[in-house]
């Protein structure tokens, strides 16, 4: 079996990975639950979640619903301690060059747009529901370029790749703490409506014995005070049990963008 903690997992917040993943194996180890010793690196994240021996992962919400390649389990849902994140809930910040001279989303018609992948729901859902508003079911960016990552999509608007992009809120909070570098000549010209944070998923296959273990056993470390030091490096103030169900708004608002004539951000 498998664990993956990538999703937030910024260089300086690997040993609070590690503590809370140690955590957690250890629990389940000690019901009979055969939890691997260490998280999976060397995979990325999107292939942790496609194998049938995933036993912990954390998974993007959108592709959760729009990819039917994926056949995965909610096991819990995370709550962040970041600026305008309500309890279940995160944002994507759409970031702009402090020196643009553009004060509204409708500014940045016919410039660039930088996301992290087209799956994505903070970089590229959310962004499109915002501009679905103001495209006037028209392509609003004369280019649209794939960084990879939410990082380097703050990178390609500090040097000029692109105009704007849309982050991630717990990754800026992360940015903004351990390498304000990146963020340094960047300002939040608006913000998207919220969604649910990123599930904390399993395999399909997973027994759902093992499911509610699981369940139990993030409840127990998200309140264990000998790793409130790791939740806060991960600004984790909550895990809660929760099924898929509340992430079929995400695929609504794709479909809802599409019935407003923007179906893909362009």
Known sequence: MIASLGMYDHPAQRWANDAI???IAARLRAVGIAAPLAL???????DAWHAPDLLLAQCCGYPLVADPGLDLRVVAVPHYDVPGCAPGRHVSRLVVRDADDARDLAAFRGRIAAISAPS???GANLFRDLLADVADAAPFFAAVVTTGSHRQSAFAVRTGVADIAAIDAVTYAALARHEPAALAGLRTIAVTRPSPTLPFVTARATPIETVAA??????????DPQLAEAR????LSGIVPSGGHRYAALLALARDAAARGYPELR
Not at 232 to 235: D, E, H
């Open 21 to 23: 993943w140690s955590a």
């Open 40 to 46: 999976d690196r060397a995979r990325s994240v999107e």
């Open 120 to 122: 994505s729901n903070t």
């Open 214 to 223: 699981l369940r139990a056993v993030l409840s127990d470390v998200v309140s």
């Open 232 to 235: 806060a490096a991960l600004f």
